[in-house]
């Protein structure tokens, strides 16, 4: 089996603005997504990390360009590529059980595999709360749960637009962690966006910068730290500082009104 999993070459997409001027939200966008990484996508407000996430999830076309998963052309959404939305979005009227049932059932799987449910809830740590309603847990306990209804379809990437955005500081590091275990465990890759540089250092193995207008990658920085990351240790400050310069460069870069 190749390394690459998922196949981006060449990808733009252009919306118009309120003038009917083209923007390109991204632009000639290449990246080769390895089976198995996990990688993470900075980059300022508006660069099109949301756009491109859309794009591998098969929930938007680009206008130009491919993307492929495994060598067939991504089209529409798939249980093989998984989605979580910055707010989780359970399905309010359905038990944590349910929801997560909701995806074996979409797939026609609940009866052969009911089983796996309750595993998927205790690896996450909510054994005994299978029969709340989305309203009476947490936000972080619902993103995980967001996190296993995707997870249980044994996707072959997890798609994930900031999805410990909505948290307070120790609830993130806790779903952090929570992300690296359930990442070995399952081997699925993980391609997740988000603004904490740390968040993108503690978790990754690769990081994409991102600048907007045109929204292009501008570095690929590999991060060869080991298992435990020590937010204090000299290797990670040197990359956090690696990295928020360029960012800064990014920010700092003229911002020309229209891309063309
Ligand atoms: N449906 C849309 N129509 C017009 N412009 C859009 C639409 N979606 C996104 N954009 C524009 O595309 C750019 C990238 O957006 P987005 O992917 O959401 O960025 P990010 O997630 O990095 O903040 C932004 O300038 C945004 O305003
Ligand atoms: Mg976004």
Redesign the pocket.
């Given at each position: 089996m190749s390394e690459t999993l998922i196949d981006i070459r060449n990808v733009n997409r252009i919306?118009?603005d309120t003038n009917g001027n083209p923007?390109y939200?991204l632009k000639e966008i290449n990246l080769k997504i390895r089976r198995g990484e996990f990688l993470t996508i900075v980059?300022p407000?508006?660069?099109?990390?949301?756009?491109?996430l859309r794009l591998i999830a098969g929930l938007d076309r680009p206008q130009s360009g491919s993307l492929t998963i495994d060598g067939a052309e991504i089209t529409e959404p798939s249980h093989e590529r998984g989605y979580i939305f910055q707010q989780p979005t359970l399905f309010p009227w359905a038990t944590v059980h349910d929801n997560v049932a909701a995806g074996l059932k979409a797939r026609g799987i609940y009866k052969e595999q009911k089983g796996r449910v309750q595993e998927y809830i205790d690896m996450i740590g909510l054994g005994g709360f299978e029969k709340s309603y989305p309203h009476e847990i947490s936000g972080g306990m619902a993103q995980r749960v967001a996190i296993i209804r995707a997870l249980i379809n044994e996707p072959k990437v997890l798609l994930l637009d900031e999805p410990l955005g909505a948290l307070d500081a120790f609830k993130r590091i806790e779903l952090q962690a929570l992300l690296l275990d359930v990442w070995k465990k399952t081997g699925a890759a993980m391609t997740m966006?988000t603004h904490d540089v740390d968040e993108a250092i503690s978790l990754s193995s690769r990081i994409v910068i991102?600048t907007?207008?045109p929204?292009e990658i501008v570095d690929i920085v590999d991060i060869k730290l080991g298992k435990v990351r020590d937010r204090n240790s000299e290797d990670f400050i040197s990359l956090r500082k690696k990295i928020l310069e360029a960012l800064h460069l990014v920010l700092s870069r003229p911002q020309p009104e229209y891309a063309i």
């Open positions: 919306y118009r923007l939200a980059g407000s508006g660069c099109g990390k949301t756009t491109l966006v991102m907007p207008r929204g």
